[in-house]
């Protein structure tokens, strides 16, 4: 499951400095800039264990309801029905309000939500869910099997602008067997088939009419009254301030703890951070250098308390394979022993982040831990530059048939890291005599007339990586058309049959094997140089208990966090 | 007048015509539509035919001028449609709903701008190359040239996080609920003091500048030398008689400001988070929302064109020299 990391780039880790700021302007806000797939299968850390300062120790750790809890918010949200809209602030809250049939515990497995129990046919072409009972809509409701065929049936109405198309495009069928009780066909063998029903489901008797007359969006469920079977109800909402939500007693998990939710939306992450300073929010992600550097003083460490867990999203560094000098393996294993990743590491991200050497986050059950990264070799690169024919003129550059190399590297407006990455890069090449050209683009421009006419020569970009390794719309040779994600037209046979196979098999045991391979195989060819996996830097009130981080990050238990009676602060509702 | 008046009113239709038919072609040229935007520029090969009856739905598929006249139909029924964005309200619901706030910013800023601009200028004609002179002079061009995202930040670091005499951002407290009546009001204020502030400098510069020049021409006219020889006091010749003459230009500037009160300052509403007009045109241009962003358009240009026969008028009806050289001709 992937998305592109230019979205969640932006409202995870811009690098933005308070005060005398380098801040490159307002967001790229398409979706108020802050874009990515649903938080159930989005956002993940590894088995390691999470990089953190003790938490304070819970003086007295009795659960006790009430509180508000204030978030900030990047961006507006857009829809408060999340299927039809892919920007991270309306998942977020969108997780809020509704269940999907499955949701992610703690080490990212697989937990009973609005299903309670599931079983593949022996061909991996049918899973039967079977669905909580008593589980009630917030108008009360029955929550009933119609209502998830009726989500099937919605996103995939050609009327229903939904980004999730996708994720149902090997569904044959949805059909109810029983009251609590739903059977998905699959046309074939489907390994993400479970992960993809964390989806949110919504209410059949509210959202009928208006999906058959292609109407979702003016439904009163989208803007004014969503209903959802969540541990959140919806309270209230001023566009481009806030968002208020109030706990649902009724929850089919208990109610949760703290009884107020309230998102405000705060477009800069520069004034996001003043506001955590002066204790006018309570959870915000930080930036790196707010990490490192300007939360240290005792006044925010007695009010708050930091995490940091392996996020989800990783940068590289790719070609354009079409492009003569880059299909030669050479000059991409080059390229990369000529870049010093640990530097780049603390250069962008002050070392929070950790080296990638392959698609798959480090510690997930299909990263191959015995793959080495390339590593900075300065005298290995000019030998492989060498070997493939380049050699210095007289100018100094590296130069072929007369040709000097030289190459523009693009990548998109509205990312600090990713500018900061490309010079280091452009830094990098040029000890080895290549000459690199940095150009910014906006994002739309960037992948209407760069990306997707295949008209690049180099790009710093980021991939998302959701809770399923399959990859297979980024490295299979068939998806490299103008509208495909292969776009640096990758074509390797043995990696076009792993990816087959890792996705047709549906029991993690075998697909490790193939994933393990794929991680070894891309590694040493190196279509793309892959950088750095970036941390995520949550901070939370210190008053806010209960937060137990792990691989799937702070937000998996959401639900149990609690503030104790004496701590609470806000006391109205 | 009144024919002049109403000539310039006819003239006005045209001129809508071809401006919006312009900025239709104009805006559409940006690559990347709506439906592709939204619905994942980056989805697999097989969900992209859904695109097309998406496409349909919008009207997407249609040749440009066809897009533009149902557009120019709906238009002169002032139906400005619905917005392209997944919340899917009407244009004129969003954007009379960010309206207020900034059309409210930008009013106090202006008036706050001229009343301190006009005796800034006038006396710093008045007093050419004094030290107030000076000292306005580099204040006013310090202000201009200062970044207005970096003296918020420190505004709202001093009176914010180190002083917490002010509130760092949004428009209304969380509480704001729960106060009474004044509360809320002066809640309200508090909030609108620092962007007002962080506004109000930067756009010190402009105003002053064309008051102190437009002082200085009238100042070195020869009725001003006739006025002090009739032994007028110097309070009265400056300002009764000159203040007067000098003030013209700024009528005419303030005219055509007049639309640029509904434009939001996108710094300061992303830095403060000010629900305001300009993160809505923002967000409408990354995300391709045609609706909103014609909307916008032809309030903007109704507005200005509106703006500008108000300040012709005005300016008529103000310098006589005007008026009659018209009636000569």
């Not at chain 1, 956002?43 to 006790?64: C, H, M, S």
């Not at chain 1, 980021?462 to 495909?484: A, E, I, L, R």
Request: aromatic share 10%; net charge positive; proline share 6%.
């Amino acid at each position: 499951m992937l998305m592109p990391l230019s979205r969640i780039a932006v409202v995870v880790a811009v690098v933005a400095l308070a005060g005398c700021s380098s801040e490159s302007g307002p967001p790229p806000a398409a979706r108020s800039g802050t874009d990515s797939r649903p938080a159930t299968l989005g956002i993940v850390a590894t088995a390691e264990a999470a990089d953190k300062p003790e938490p304070k120790p819970a003086a007295e750790a009795t659960k006790a309801f009430g509180d508000t809890l204030v978030e900030a918010s990047i961006g507006n949200v857009s829809s408060l029905i999340p299927n039809i809209t892919s920007d991270a602030p309306s998942h977020e809250v969108g997780d809020l309000m509704y269940s999907g049939l499955i949701s992610l515990g703690k080490n990212l497995e697989v937990e009973p939500e609005l299903a309670k129990s599931w079983s593949f046919s022996k061909d991996c072409l049918t899973l039967d869910f079977q669905l909580r009972e008593g589980v009630r809509w917030h108008d009360g409701k029955p929550f009933t099997a119609d209502d998830v065929v009726f989500t099937w049936e919605a996103t995939m109405n050609p009327k229903t602008p939904s980004p999730y198309k996708s994720d149902f495009q090997d569904v044959e069928k949805v059909e109810k067997t029983g009251p609590l009780s739903v059977r998905v066909i699959y046309k074939r063998p489907y390994a993400k088939a479970l992960v993809s029903w964390g989806v949110t489901i919504l209410p059949k008797h509210l959202l009928e009419s208006y999906v058959a007359a292609g109407k979702i969006k003016e439904a009163p469920q989208n803007w004014t009254a969503p209903v959802g079977t969540g541990p959140y109800k919806f309270k209230e909402m001023k566009s481009g301030e806030k968002i208020v939500f109030v706990a649902n007693t009724d929850y089919y998990k208990g109610r949760p703890a703290i009884s107020r939710i309230v998102y405000r939306v705060i477009p800069s992450q520069a004034t996001i951070f003043l506001e955590v300073k002066a204790q006018g929010v309570d959870v915000a992600n930080l930036t790196a250098l707010q990490y490192r550097r300007q939360t240290e003083y005792p006044a925010f460490v007695s009010a708050y308390n930091k995490y940091r867990y392996p996020g989800a999203g990783y940068t590289y560094f790719g070609f354009n394979l079409k492009d003569p000098r880059f299909s030669d393996r050479r000059v991409r294993q080059a390229l990369a022993h000529a870049i010093n990743k640990k530097e780049l590491l603390e250069g962008v991200v002050l070392g929070l982040g950790r080296e990638a050497t392959g698609p798959f986050r480090p510690g997930f059950w299909a990263n191959n831990p015995n793959v080495k990264g390339i590593g900075y070799d300065p005298k290995r690169a000019a030998e492989l530059l060498a070997e493939a024919g380049w050699k210095r003129n007289d100018k100094g550059m590296l130069a072929k048939d007369g040709k000097p190399f030289t190459f523009e590297l693009l990548t998109n407006q509205g990312n600090d890291e990713r500018k900061k990455v490309a010079e280091i890069i452009q830094a990098s090449l040029r000890e080895q005599g290549i000459g690199v050209e940095i150009r910014i683009l906006e994002w739309a421009t960037l992948l209407k007339e760069h990306i997707k006419k295949r008209s690049f020569e180099a790009i710093v970009l980021g991939w998302g990586t959701g809770s399923d390794p399959d990859q297979f719309v980024v490295w299979h040779s068939s998806q490299s058309g103008p509208d495909d994600l292969n776009h640096i037209s990758y074509a390797n046979p043995e990696v076009d049959k792993l990816l087959e196979a890792g996705r047709s098999a549906c029991t993690q045991a075998e697909r490790v094997k193939f994933y393990h391979r794929l991680h070894e195989v891309l590694a040493e060819d190196q279509p793309v140089v892959f950088l750095y996996w970036r941390d995520a830097l949550p901070t939370v009130a210190s008053r806010v208990h209960g937060i137990a981080p792990g691989p799937a990050g702070i937000k998996w238990n959401f639900t149990d966090w609690f503030v104790p009676k004496q701590l609470q602060r806000y006391t109205a509702g | 007048m009144l024919a002049y008046a109403l000539r310039r009113l006819l003239l006005a239709v045209p001129l809508l015509l071809g401006i919006t038919f312009i900025s239709f072609m104009v805006i559409h040229l940006a690559p990347g539509d709506p439906v592709e935007i939204q619905s994942g520029d980056m989805a697999e090969r097989n969900i992209r035919e859904a695109y097309k009856a998406l496409r349909e739905m919008y009207g997407l598929d249609k040749p440009l001028y066809e897009q533009y006249w149902n557009w120019l139909s709906r238009i002169v029924r002032l139906d400005f449609g619905r917005s392209f964005a997944p919340d899917g309200r009407p244009v004129l619901t969003k954007i009379s709903e960010r309206l207020p706030i900034t059309l409210l910013l930008n009013v106090v800023e202006m008036l706050i701008i001229l009343a301190l601009a006009v005796p800034i200028g006038v006396l710093s004609a008045t007093r050419q190359y004094s030290n107030f002179d000076k000292v306005t002079t580099i204040f006013v061009f310090l202000g201009f040239a200062t970044p207005d995202f970096w003296l918020a930040l420190l505004l709202m670091i001093l009176f914010g996080v180190q002083l917490g005499w002010l509130p760092i951002s949004g428009l209304r407290s969380l509480n704001w609920e729960y106060l009474t009546f004044w509360g809320q009001q002066l809640d309200f204020l508090s909030h609108l003091v620092l962007p007002v502030l962080v506004a109000t400098f930067g756009g010190m510069a402009g105003f002053s500048r064309y008051m102190r020049q437009s002082m200085l021409e009238v100042v070195r006219q020869d009725y001003i030398q006739t006025a002090r020889a009739k032994g007028l006091a110097e309070r009265v010749v400056v300002g009764k008689h000159a203040l007067r003459n000098a003030m013209l230009p700024i009528i005419t500037i303030l005219g055509l400001s007049l639309p640029g009160l509904i434009g939001g300052s996108v710094i300061v509403e992303w830095i403060f988070a000010i629900p305001g007009m300009g993160q809505l045109m923002v967000q409408a241009a990354f995300e391709r929302d045609y609706p909103v962003l014609m909307g916008n358009l032809v309030i903007v240009s109704t507005l200005t064109l509106f703006a500008n026969l108000a300040a012709d008028l005005a300016y008529s009806l103000v310098d006589p020299r005007i008026r009659v050289s018209r009636r000569r001709r």
